[in-house]
Protein backbone atom coordinates (compact mmCIF):
# COMPACT_ATOMS: atom_id res chain seq x y z
CA UNK A 1 0.00 0.00 0.00
CA UNK A 2 1.33 3.27 -0.68
CA UNK A 3 -0.04 6.94 -0.51
CA UNK A 4 0.20 8.17 -3.94
CA UNK A 5 -2.46 9.16 -6.40
CA UNK A 6 -4.29 7.97 -9.76
CA UNK A 7 -5.16 10.80 -11.61
CA UNK A 8 -7.11 10.50 -14.52
CA UNK A 9 -6.35 12.59 -17.21
CA UNK A 10 -9.36 13.93 -20.00
CA UNK A 11 -8.71 15.57 -23.19
CA UNK A 12 -11.98 17.22 -25.39
CA UNK A 13 -13.00 19.87 -27.49
CA UNK A 14 -15.74 21.00 -25.47
CA UNK A 15 -15.96 21.70 -21.55
CA UNK A 16 -19.42 20.28 -21.33
CA UNK A 17 -17.56 16.41 -22.90
CA UNK A 18 -14.85 17.20 -20.89
CA UNK A 19 -16.82 17.22 -17.69
CA UNK A 20 -19.08 14.58 -18.54
CA UNK A 21 -15.63 12.27 -18.94
CA UNK A 22 -14.43 13.21 -16.08
CA UNK A 23 -17.70 12.61 -14.62
CA UNK A 24 -17.19 8.58 -15.46
CA UNK A 25 -14.00 8.54 -13.76
CA UNK A 26 -14.90 10.41 -10.57
CA UNK A 27 -15.36 7.21 -8.49
CA UNK A 28 -12.22 5.59 -9.42
CA UNK A 29 -9.90 8.34 -9.80
CA UNK A 30 -7.95 10.37 -6.66
CA UNK A 31 -7.85 13.72 -8.94
CA UNK A 32 -8.89 14.30 -12.50
CA UNK A 33 -6.79 16.29 -15.31
CA UNK A 34 -8.49 18.83 -17.57
CA UNK A 35 -6.55 19.17 -20.36
CA UNK A 36 -7.75 22.51 -21.23
CA UNK A 37 -5.41 22.71 -24.08
CA UNK A 38 -7.42 20.30 -26.11
CA UNK A 39 -10.34 22.21 -25.80
CA UNK A 40 -11.43 24.33 -28.96
CA UNK A 41 -9.99 27.89 -28.32
CA UNK A 42 -13.97 29.69 -28.24
CA UNK A 43 -14.29 27.14 -25.38
CA UNK A 44 -10.83 27.73 -23.59
CA UNK A 45 -12.12 31.52 -23.47
CA UNK A 46 -15.28 30.97 -21.57
CA UNK A 47 -13.70 28.50 -19.05
CA UNK A 48 -14.98 29.05 -15.36
CA UNK A 49 -13.91 26.88 -13.16
CA UNK A 50 -15.70 23.65 -12.44
CA UNK A 51 -16.51 22.03 -8.99
CA UNK A 52 -14.60 18.83 -8.40
CA UNK A 53 -10.97 17.74 -7.59
CA UNK A 54 -8.93 19.04 -10.67
CA UNK A 55 -5.36 20.00 -11.85
CA UNK A 56 -5.98 22.39 -14.90
CA UNK A 57 -3.26 21.63 -17.71
CA UNK A 58 -2.84 23.90 -20.42
CA UNK A 59 -0.19 22.84 -22.55
CA UNK A 60 1.29 24.47 -25.32
CA UNK A 61 2.93 22.06 -28.64
CA UNK A 62 6.14 22.75 -27.75
CA UNK A 63 5.52 20.51 -24.82
CA UNK A 64 4.10 17.68 -26.40
CA UNK A 65 0.24 19.85 -25.63
CA UNK A 66 -1.92 21.00 -28.20
CA UNK A 67 -2.25 24.84 -27.20
CA UNK A 68 -0.95 27.50 -29.27
CA UNK A 69 -1.20 30.35 -27.16
CA UNK A 70 2.14 32.29 -26.54
CA UNK A 71 3.74 32.27 -22.92
CA UNK A 72 2.00 35.69 -22.45
CA UNK A 73 -1.52 34.18 -23.29
CA UNK A 74 -0.93 31.42 -20.89
CA UNK A 75 0.19 33.74 -17.68
CA UNK A 76 -3.09 35.90 -19.06
CA UNK A 77 -5.17 32.36 -18.57
CA UNK A 78 -3.39 31.16 -15.51
CA UNK A 79 -4.26 34.81 -13.52
CA UNK A 80 -8.15 34.48 -14.83
CA UNK A 81 -8.64 31.08 -13.10
CA UNK A 82 -9.00 29.97 -9.52
CA UNK A 83 -8.30 29.43 -6.81
CA UNK A 84 -9.80 25.75 -6.13
CA UNK A 85 -8.04 23.66 -8.16
CA UNK A 86 -4.29 22.55 -8.61
CA UNK A 87 -2.61 23.09 -11.60
CA UNK A 88 0.17 22.04 -13.90
CA UNK A 89 2.42 24.48 -15.65
CA UNK A 90 5.36 24.39 -17.71
CA UNK A 91 8.51 26.81 -16.09
CA UNK A 92 8.60 29.42 -18.56
CA UNK A 93 4.43 30.30 -16.64
CA UNK A 94 4.80 29.30 -13.21
CA UNK A 95 4.87 32.28 -10.86
CA UNK A 96 5.14 33.00 -7.53
CA UNK A 97 2.04 34.11 -6.49
CA UNK A 98 0.24 30.62 -7.99
CA UNK A 99 1.27 28.63 -5.26
CA UNK A 100 -0.89 30.35 -3.34
CA UNK A 101 -3.52 30.15 -5.42
CA UNK A 102 -3.43 26.27 -7.26
CA UNK A 103 -3.19 23.21 -4.90
CA UNK A 104 -1.30 21.08 -5.87
CA UNK A 105 1.01 23.66 -7.99
CA UNK A 106 2.97 21.40 -10.52
CA UNK A 107 6.12 22.68 -12.68
CA UNK A 108 6.38 20.40 -15.42
CA UNK A 109 9.03 19.27 -17.94
CA UNK A 110 8.13 17.20 -21.22
CA UNK A 111 10.92 15.67 -23.80
CA UNK A 112 9.55 13.74 -25.99
CA UNK A 113 12.87 13.55 -28.76
CA UNK A 114 14.16 10.25 -26.48
CA UNK A 115 17.50 12.06 -26.84
CA UNK A 116 17.55 14.02 -23.60
CA UNK A 117 20.92 14.28 -22.53
CA UNK A 118 20.87 15.85 -19.02
CA UNK A 119 17.77 15.62 -16.93
CA UNK A 120 19.20 16.81 -13.96
CA UNK A 121 19.64 20.24 -15.52
CA UNK A 122 15.73 19.86 -16.43
CA UNK A 123 15.11 18.92 -12.80
CA UNK A 124 17.17 22.10 -11.86
CA UNK A 125 14.62 24.24 -14.06
CA UNK A 126 11.23 22.89 -12.17
CA UNK A 127 12.89 23.01 -8.93
CA UNK A 128 13.67 26.94 -8.86
CA UNK A 129 10.27 27.07 -9.17
CA UNK A 130 7.93 27.19 -6.13
CA UNK A 131 5.67 24.75 -7.27
CA UNK A 132 5.03 22.20 -4.64
CA UNK A 133 5.01 19.05 -7.08
CA UNK A 134 8.00 18.65 -9.34
CA UNK A 135 6.98 16.89 -12.74
CA UNK A 136 9.48 15.17 -15.73
CA UNK A 137 8.16 13.00 -18.08
CA UNK A 138 10.54 11.91 -20.64
CA UNK A 139 9.91 9.52 -23.72
CA UNK A 140 12.02 6.51 -23.50
CA UNK A 141 12.39 3.48 -26.27
CA UNK A 142 14.53 1.03 -23.64
CA UNK A 143 13.43 0.31 -20.24
CA UNK A 144 16.76 0.92 -18.81
CA UNK A 145 16.76 4.38 -20.20
CA UNK A 146 13.93 5.27 -17.87
CA UNK A 147 16.06 4.30 -15.17
CA UNK A 148 17.03 8.09 -14.09
CA UNK A 149 13.58 9.48 -14.27
CA UNK A 150 12.78 7.22 -11.46
CA UNK A 151 15.80 7.82 -9.74
CA UNK A 152 14.80 11.85 -9.77
CA UNK A 153 12.40 10.48 -6.53
CA UNK A 154 15.72 9.98 -4.52
CA UNK A 155 16.82 13.69 -5.49
CA UNK A 156 13.79 14.98 -4.71
CA UNK A 157 13.27 13.46 -1.55
CA UNK A 158 16.20 14.95 -0.10
CA UNK A 159 15.25 18.27 -1.72
CA UNK A 160 12.56 17.75 0.34
CA UNK A 161 9.91 18.19 -2.86
CA UNK A 162 7.36 16.05 -4.33
CA UNK A 163 7.82 14.10 -7.88
CA UNK A 164 5.79 13.05 -10.68
CA UNK A 165 8.58 10.84 -12.77
CA UNK A 166 7.55 9.47 -16.09
CA UNK A 167 9.32 7.84 -18.83
CA UNK A 168 6.76 7.58 -21.86
CA UNK A 169 6.59 5.15 -24.25
CA UNK A 170 5.93 1.56 -23.82
CA UNK A 171 9.28 1.48 -22.82
CA UNK A 172 8.68 3.36 -19.82
CA UNK A 173 5.46 1.76 -18.67
CA UNK A 174 7.31 0.13 -15.63
CA UNK A 175 7.35 3.71 -13.98
CA UNK A 176 3.69 4.68 -14.53
CA UNK A 177 3.23 0.94 -13.02
CA UNK A 178 6.16 1.26 -10.54
CA UNK A 179 5.93 5.17 -9.03
CA UNK A 180 3.76 5.06 -6.67
CA UNK A 181 5.50 2.10 -4.69
CA UNK A 182 8.67 4.45 -4.92
CA UNK A 183 7.01 7.73 -3.46
CA UNK A 184 5.91 9.63 -6.86
CA UNK A 185 3.10 11.77 -6.21
CA UNK A 186 0.90 11.00 -8.44
CA UNK A 187 0.69 8.15 -11.48
CA UNK A 188 -1.65 9.54 -15.01
CA UNK A 189 -4.25 7.18 -16.01
CA UNK A 190 -5.88 7.40 -19.41
CA UNK A 191 -9.99 7.06 -19.37
CA UNK A 192 -9.89 3.80 -21.44
CA UNK A 193 -8.15 2.34 -24.36
CA UNK A 194 -7.77 4.83 -27.28
CA UNK A 195 -7.86 7.84 -24.85
CA UNK A 196 -4.64 8.27 -23.80
CA UNK A 197 -3.48 11.63 -23.47
CA UNK A 198 0.75 10.18 -23.72
CA UNK A 199 2.38 7.86 -24.69
CA UNK A 200 2.42 4.70 -22.81
CA UNK A 201 -0.47 6.03 -20.54
CA UNK A 202 -1.78 3.13 -19.49
CA UNK A 203 -6.06 2.86 -19.07
CA UNK A 204 -7.51 3.44 -15.10
CA UNK A 205 -8.87 0.30 -14.74
CA UNK A 206 -5.88 -1.60 -15.82
CA UNK A 207 -3.76 0.43 -13.25
CA UNK A 208 -6.37 -0.18 -10.49
CA UNK A 209 -7.94 -3.17 -11.60
CA UNK A 210 -5.15 -5.05 -13.32
CA UNK A 211 -1.57 -3.33 -12.25
CA UNK A 212 -3.24 -2.87 -8.37
CA UNK A 213 -0.42 0.03 -7.92
CA UNK A 214 -2.21 2.35 -5.13
CA UNK A 215 -1.26 -1.55 -3.31
CA UNK A 216 2.29 -1.56 -4.43
CA UNK A 217 5.06 -0.40 -2.07
CA UNK A 218 8.68 -1.56 -2.05
CA UNK A 219 8.43 -4.93 -0.52
CA UNK A 220 6.42 -5.70 -3.80
CA UNK A 221 7.29 -8.67 -5.46
CA UNK A 222 8.23 -7.68 -9.11
CA UNK A 223 8.07 -9.95 -12.08
CA UNK A 224 7.93 -8.87 -15.72
CA UNK A 225 7.95 -10.35 -19.02
CA UNK A 226 11.39 -8.92 -21.06
CA UNK A 227 10.77 -8.41 -24.65
CA UNK A 228 12.03 -6.87 -27.72
CA UNK A 229 8.15 -5.39 -28.15
CA UNK A 230 5.69 -5.79 -25.22
CA UNK A 231 3.00 -4.01 -26.71
CA UNK A 232 0.55 -7.28 -27.46
CA UNK A 233 1.60 -9.39 -24.71
CA UNK A 234 -1.22 -10.90 -22.77
CA UNK A 235 1.18 -12.14 -19.77
CA UNK A 236 0.73 -8.77 -17.69
CA UNK A 237 -3.28 -10.00 -17.69
CA UNK A 238 -2.49 -13.49 -16.61
CA UNK A 239 -0.07 -13.27 -13.75
CA UNK A 240 -1.79 -10.33 -12.44
CA UNK A 241 -5.04 -12.32 -12.12
CA UNK A 242 -3.20 -15.25 -10.21
CA UNK A 243 -1.39 -12.80 -7.64
CA UNK A 244 -4.15 -10.81 -7.35
CA UNK A 245 -6.55 -13.77 -6.68
CA UNK A 246 -3.88 -15.07 -4.27
CA UNK A 247 -3.62 -11.58 -2.72
CA UNK A 248 -0.18 -11.39 -3.04
CA UNK A 249 1.97 -8.57 -2.96
CA UNK A 250 3.15 -8.90 -6.12
CA UNK A 251 2.97 -7.29 -9.63
CA UNK A 252 4.24 -8.39 -13.20
CA UNK A 253 5.40 -5.60 -15.41
CA UNK A 254 6.00 -5.04 -19.08
CA UNK A 255 9.66 -4.24 -19.69
CA UNK A 256 10.10 -3.65 -23.53
CA UNK A 257 13.86 -4.10 -23.75
CA UNK A 258 15.82 -2.64 -27.01
CA UNK A 259 19.58 -4.16 -25.56
CA UNK A 260 19.72 -7.33 -23.28
CA UNK A 261 22.74 -6.57 -21.84
CA UNK A 262 22.15 -2.93 -20.45
CA UNK A 263 18.68 -4.30 -19.38
CA UNK A 264 20.54 -7.01 -17.55
CA UNK A 265 23.05 -4.97 -16.11
CA UNK A 266 21.81 -1.66 -15.46
CA UNK A 267 18.37 -3.15 -13.87
CA UNK A 268 18.65 -6.85 -12.56
CA UNK A 269 22.14 -7.98 -11.48
CA UNK A 270 22.81 -7.00 -7.85
CA UNK A 271 26.65 -5.66 -8.65
CA UNK A 272 26.04 -3.53 -11.17
CA UNK A 273 22.11 -2.38 -10.73
CA UNK A 274 21.89 1.42 -10.62
CA UNK A 275 17.99 0.87 -9.18
CA UNK A 276 16.89 -1.76 -6.99
CA UNK A 277 12.95 -2.86 -8.32
CA UNK A 278 13.00 -6.19 -6.02
CA UNK A 279 13.15 -8.33 -9.34
CA UNK A 280 11.94 -11.81 -8.29
CA UNK A 281 10.95 -13.22 -11.72
CA UNK A 282 10.54 -12.61 -15.45
CA UNK A 283 9.19 -14.17 -17.92
CA UNK A 284 11.15 -13.84 -21.37
CA UNK A 285 10.33 -14.09 -25.31
CA UNK A 286 11.13 -12.79 -28.57
CA UNK A 287 14.17 -12.25 -29.24
CA UNK A 288 15.58 -13.11 -26.33
CA UNK A 289 14.82 -16.38 -25.28
CA UNK A 290 18.42 -18.01 -26.47
CA UNK A 291 20.04 -14.79 -25.52
CA UNK A 292 19.05 -14.62 -22.15
CA UNK A 293 20.84 -17.94 -21.36
CA UNK A 294 24.58 -16.42 -21.11
CA UNK A 295 23.52 -14.20 -18.25
CA UNK A 296 21.83 -17.26 -15.84
CA UNK A 297 23.52 -18.53 -12.98
CA UNK A 298 21.93 -21.98 -13.83
CA UNK A 299 19.65 -23.44 -16.17
CA UNK A 300 17.24 -26.32 -15.90
CA UNK A 301 18.14 -29.74 -17.93
CA UNK A 302 14.60 -28.93 -20.81
CA UNK A 303 15.88 -25.09 -21.30
CA UNK A 304 19.22 -26.05 -21.57
CA UNK A 305 18.47 -29.27 -24.54
CA UNK A 306 16.14 -26.94 -25.86
CA UNK A 307 18.41 -24.13 -25.83
CA UNK A 308 16.08 -21.73 -25.07
CA UNK A 309 14.87 -20.01 -21.73
CA UNK A 310 11.38 -18.54 -21.18
CA UNK A 311 11.34 -18.38 -17.57
CA UNK A 312 13.96 -16.52 -14.99
CA UNK A 313 13.54 -16.99 -11.58
CA UNK A 314 15.38 -14.70 -9.07
CA UNK A 315 17.27 -15.73 -5.86
CA UNK A 316 19.48 -13.80 -3.91
CA UNK A 317 20.41 -11.87 -6.83
CA UNK A 318 21.06 -14.95 -9.01
CA UNK A 319 19.11 -15.90 -12.08
CA UNK A 320 17.67 -19.69 -12.80
CA UNK A 321 16.08 -20.57 -16.24
CA UNK A 322 13.62 -22.71 -17.06
CA UNK A 323 11.28 -23.17 -20.07
CA UNK A 324 8.19 -23.92 -19.67
CA UNK A 325 6.84 -23.94 -23.14
CA UNK A 326 7.23 -27.59 -23.16
CA UNK A 327 5.04 -28.29 -20.44
CA UNK A 328 2.62 -25.79 -21.61
CA UNK A 329 2.95 -27.04 -25.38
CA UNK A 330 2.61 -31.01 -24.37
CA UNK A 331 -0.11 -30.87 -21.29
CA UNK A 332 -2.95 -29.83 -23.60
CA UNK A 333 -2.10 -31.95 -26.32
CA UNK A 334 -2.22 -34.99 -24.08
CA UNK A 335 -5.56 -33.60 -22.71
CA UNK A 336 -7.11 -33.43 -26.35
CA UNK A 337 -5.34 -36.16 -27.99
CA UNK A 338 -3.67 -38.88 -25.41
CA UNK A 339 -0.57 -41.23 -25.60
CA UNK A 340 1.91 -40.01 -28.45
CA UNK A 341 3.72 -42.53 -28.48
CA UNK A 342 4.70 -43.27 -32.67
CA UNK A 343 2.40 -40.39 -33.33
CA UNK A 344 3.52 -39.17 -36.71
CA UNK A 345 3.50 -35.48 -36.09
CA UNK A 346 4.45 -32.32 -38.70
CA UNK A 347 5.50 -29.51 -36.67
CA UNK A 348 5.57 -26.00 -39.36
CA UNK A 349 8.58 -23.41 -37.83
CA UNK A 350 11.71 -23.74 -36.88
CA UNK A 351 12.20 -20.93 -33.87
CA UNK A 352 12.01 -20.68 -30.14
CA UNK A 353 8.39 -22.32 -30.11
CA UNK A 354 9.04 -25.21 -32.94
CA UNK A 355 12.09 -26.19 -30.51
CA UNK A 356 10.01 -26.92 -27.49
CA UNK A 357 7.43 -28.42 -29.68
CA UNK A 358 9.68 -30.85 -30.92
CA UNK A 359 11.71 -31.32 -27.40
CA UNK A 360 8.40 -32.48 -25.94
CA UNK A 361 6.83 -34.66 -29.12
CA UNK A 362 10.41 -36.54 -28.87
CA UNK A 363 10.46 -36.99 -24.70
CA UNK A 364 6.87 -38.41 -25.36
CA UNK A 365 7.41 -40.53 -28.18
CA UNK A 366 6.33 -39.42 -31.43
CA UNK A 367 7.86 -39.25 -35.14
CA UNK A 368 8.21 -35.44 -36.01
CA UNK A 369 9.16 -33.83 -39.39
CA UNK A 370 9.84 -30.41 -39.15
CA UNK A 371 8.74 -28.16 -42.25
CA UNK A 372 10.73 -24.89 -42.70
CA UNK A 373 10.82 -22.45 -45.60
CA UNK A 374 14.75 -21.86 -44.43
CA UNK A 375 16.79 -25.18 -45.53
CA UNK A 376 19.71 -24.52 -43.44
CA UNK A 377 17.31 -23.83 -40.08
CA UNK A 378 15.54 -26.58 -40.63
CA UNK A 379 17.96 -29.11 -41.65
CA UNK A 380 20.11 -28.25 -38.28
CA UNK A 381 16.89 -28.24 -36.13
CA UNK A 382 16.19 -32.19 -37.56
CA UNK A 383 20.06 -32.88 -37.01
CA UNK A 384 19.76 -31.35 -33.37
CA UNK A 385 16.68 -33.38 -32.44
CA UNK A 386 16.91 -36.43 -34.96
CA UNK A 387 13.89 -35.58 -36.44
CA UNK A 388 12.74 -35.90 -40.23
CA UNK A 389 13.10 -32.20 -42.44
CA UNK A 390 10.99 -31.19 -45.25
CA UNK A 391 11.40 -27.88 -46.86
CA UNK A 392 8.19 -25.44 -47.49
CA UNK A 393 9.08 -25.54 -51.44
CA UNK A 394 8.37 -21.58 -52.16
CA UNK A 395 9.92 -19.86 -49.31
CA UNK A 396 6.87 -19.17 -47.26
CA UNK A 397 3.77 -20.94 -45.65
CA UNK A 398 1.91 -22.79 -49.16
CA UNK A 399 2.29 -26.57 -49.02
CA UNK A 400 2.09 -28.68 -52.31
CA UNK A 401 1.62 -31.99 -50.90
CA UNK A 402 -1.50 -33.31 -48.96
CA UNK A 403 -0.34 -33.98 -45.37
CA UNK A 404 -0.59 -38.00 -45.40
CA UNK A 405 1.40 -39.44 -43.33
CA UNK A 406 0.67 -37.52 -40.29
CA UNK A 407 -1.77 -38.01 -37.28
CA UNK A 408 -1.16 -34.24 -35.72
CA UNK A 409 -0.39 -30.83 -37.83
CA UNK A 410 1.88 -28.12 -34.86
CA UNK A 411 1.29 -24.78 -36.64
CA UNK A 412 4.91 -23.37 -34.68
CA UNK A 413 4.73 -19.97 -37.08
CA UNK A 414 2.97 -16.85 -37.38
CA UNK A 415 1.22 -17.38 -40.02
CA UNK A 416 -2.35 -17.04 -39.08
CA UNK A 417 -1.61 -14.29 -36.43
CA UNK A 418 -4.29 -11.53 -35.86
CA UNK A 419 -3.10 -8.27 -37.93
CA UNK A 420 0.19 -9.86 -39.55
CA UNK A 421 -0.72 -12.94 -41.35
CA UNK A 422 -4.94 -12.70 -40.41
CA UNK A 423 -6.37 -14.62 -43.54
CA UNK A 424 -3.35 -17.04 -44.59
CA UNK A 425 -3.07 -20.82 -43.26
CA UNK A 426 -0.05 -22.93 -43.43
CA UNK A 427 -2.67 -25.82 -45.27
CA UNK A 428 -5.95 -26.25 -46.93
CA UNK A 429 -8.93 -28.24 -45.83
CA UNK A 430 -7.88 -30.74 -48.49
CA UNK A 431 -4.26 -30.73 -47.62
CA UNK A 432 -5.43 -31.50 -44.13
CA UNK A 433 -8.05 -33.97 -44.86
CA UNK A 434 -6.62 -37.20 -43.06
CA UNK A 435 -5.07 -35.56 -40.09
CA UNK A 436 -6.92 -36.49 -36.91
CA UNK A 437 -5.55 -33.16 -35.01
CA UNK A 438 -4.75 -29.49 -35.83
CA UNK A 439 -2.83 -27.84 -33.53
CA UNK A 440 -2.41 -23.91 -33.25
CA UNK A 441 0.03 -22.59 -31.31
CA UNK A 442 -1.82 -18.99 -31.97
CA UNK A 443 -4.12 -17.59 -29.67
CA UNK A 444 -4.71 -14.42 -31.22
CA UNK A 445 -7.31 -15.28 -33.08
CA UNK A 446 -8.83 -18.19 -31.28
CA UNK A 447 -10.18 -19.01 -34.47
CA UNK A 448 -7.70 -18.80 -36.86
CA UNK A 449 -7.52 -20.15 -40.42
CA UNK A 450 -5.76 -22.95 -39.83
CA UNK A 451 -8.06 -23.61 -37.45
CA UNK A 452 -11.09 -23.08 -39.98
CA UNK A 453 -9.26 -24.72 -42.31
CA UNK A 454 -9.59 -27.82 -40.40
CA UNK A 455 -12.85 -27.41 -39.06
CA UNK A 456 -14.03 -27.87 -42.50
CA UNK A 457 -11.96 -30.77 -43.45
CA UNK A 458 -13.71 -32.27 -40.36
CA UNK A 459 -10.57 -32.75 -38.19
CA UNK A 460 -10.32 -32.12 -34.52
CA UNK A 461 -8.35 -28.54 -33.42
CA UNK A 462 -6.81 -26.96 -30.72
CA UNK A 463 -6.29 -23.65 -30.35
CA UNK A 464 -2.98 -21.94 -28.63
CA UNK A 465 -4.81 -20.46 -25.73
CA UNK A 466 -4.52 -23.43 -23.42
CA UNK A 467 -0.92 -23.58 -24.07
CA UNK A 468 -0.64 -19.79 -22.81
CA UNK A 469 -2.43 -20.42 -19.91
CA UNK A 470 -0.64 -23.92 -19.47
CA UNK A 471 3.06 -22.03 -19.86
CA UNK A 472 1.76 -19.49 -17.55
CA UNK A 473 0.54 -21.92 -14.74
CA UNK A 474 4.29 -23.50 -14.52
CA UNK A 475 5.45 -20.08 -14.46
CA UNK A 476 3.79 -19.18 -11.22
CA UNK A 477 4.37 -22.52 -9.74
CA UNK A 478 8.18 -21.92 -9.89
CA UNK A 479 7.97 -18.38 -8.81
CA UNK A 480 5.46 -19.03 -6.01
CA UNK A 481 5.66 -22.56 -5.32
CA UNK A 482 1.69 -22.65 -4.90
CA UNK A 483 -0.90 -23.71 -7.76
CA UNK A 484 -2.31 -20.67 -9.54
CA UNK A 485 -5.66 -19.80 -9.51
CA UNK A 486 -5.87 -21.10 -13.03
CA UNK A 487 -10.03 -20.00 -13.78
CA UNK A 488 -8.81 -16.08 -12.78
CA UNK A 489 -6.02 -16.62 -15.17
CA UNK A 490 -8.24 -17.76 -18.07
CA UNK A 491 -10.78 -15.49 -17.48
CA UNK A 492 -8.32 -12.41 -17.81
CA UNK A 493 -6.59 -13.79 -20.74
CA UNK A 494 -10.17 -14.26 -22.81
CA UNK A 495 -11.44 -10.83 -21.56
CA UNK A 496 -8.45 -8.95 -22.54
CA UNK A 497 -8.49 -11.31 -25.87
CA UNK A 498 -12.18 -10.25 -26.40
CA UNK A 499 -11.40 -6.29 -26.20
CA UNK A 500 -8.73 -6.63 -29.27
P1 LIG B 1 10.02 -17.40 -33.86
O1 LIG B 1 11.11 -17.86 -32.97
O2 LIG B 1 10.11 -16.07 -34.51
O3 LIG B 1 9.87 -18.50 -35.03
C1 LIG B 1 8.91 -18.38 -36.04
C2 LIG B 1 9.13 -19.47 -37.08
O4 LIG B 1 8.10 -19.35 -38.05
C3 LIG B 1 10.46 -19.33 -37.83
O5 LIG B 1 10.97 -20.60 -38.11
C4 LIG B 1 10.04 -18.62 -39.11
O6 LIG B 1 10.85 -18.91 -40.23
C5 LIG B 1 8.69 -19.24 -39.34
N1 LIG B 1 7.86 -18.39 -40.20
C6 LIG B 1 7.59 -17.08 -40.04
N2 LIG B 1 6.79 -16.66 -41.03
C7 LIG B 1 6.57 -17.73 -41.83
C8 LIG B 1 5.83 -17.92 -43.04
N3 LIG B 1 5.16 -16.93 -43.60
N4 LIG B 1 5.84 -19.15 -43.59
C9 LIG B 1 6.53 -20.16 -43.02
N5 LIG B 1 7.26 -20.05 -41.89
C10 LIG B 1 7.26 -18.84 -41.31
O7 LIG B 1 8.63 -17.41 -33.11
P2 LIG B 1 8.17 -18.44 -31.95
O8 LIG B 1 8.47 -17.89 -30.63
O9 LIG B 1 8.67 -19.79 -32.30
O10 LIG B 1 6.59 -18.37 -32.10
C11 LIG B 1 5.94 -18.90 -33.24
C12 LIG B 1 4.44 -18.76 -33.06
O11 LIG B 1 4.00 -19.54 -31.96
C13 LIG B 1 4.01 -17.32 -32.78
O12 LIG B 1 2.92 -16.99 -33.56
C14 LIG B 1 3.61 -17.31 -31.34
O13 LIG B 1 2.51 -16.45 -31.10
C15 LIG B 1 3.19 -18.75 -31.11
N6 LIG B 1 3.45 -19.12 -29.70
C16 LIG B 1 2.38 -19.39 -28.92
C17 LIG B 1 2.57 -19.72 -27.60
C18 LIG B 1 1.39 -20.00 -26.73
O14 LIG B 1 1.51 -19.95 -25.51
N7 LIG B 1 0.24 -20.33 -27.31
C19 LIG B 1 3.87 -19.77 -27.07
C20 LIG B 1 4.95 -19.50 -27.90
C21 LIG B 1 4.72 -19.17 -29.23
P3 LIG B 1 12.24 -18.18 -40.45
O15 LIG B 1 13.17 -18.75 -39.42
O16 LIG B 1 12.59 -18.54 -41.84
O17 LIG B 1 11.99 -16.71 -40.26
Known amino acids: MNSGRVCVSVCADTLPDMLERAHQVESSADIVELRLDCLDPDQLDQFALPEGRFILTLRPTEQGGSSRLSAEERTRFWARVGPGAGADMEADVVEADAANKFDPLIC ?164 TREIDLNFHGFSVTNPYKQAVIQYLDDIDEAARKIGAVNTVKVVDGKLHGFNTDVTGFIEPLNSKFGELVDTRVAVFGAGGAARAAIYALKSNGATVTIFARDANKGHDLATEFQTNFEQLETGNSKLKTVLKPFDVIVNATPVGTRGQHDDESIATAEQLQHVDLVYDLIYNPAETRLIREAKAAGVETLGGFDMLIAQAIEQQKIWTGDLPNVGAMSAAARKKLDER
Open 108 to 271: SFHDFSGRLKDISASYDAIARSNASVLKIAVSVSDAADAIPVLQLLDRAKRDGRRMIPIAMGEAGKWTRILGLAHGAYLTYAALGSGSETAPGQISTDELLDVFRVKELDKSTEVYGIIAGDTTYTMSPYVHNAAFKSSDRNAVFVPFQVADLDRFIRRMVRPE
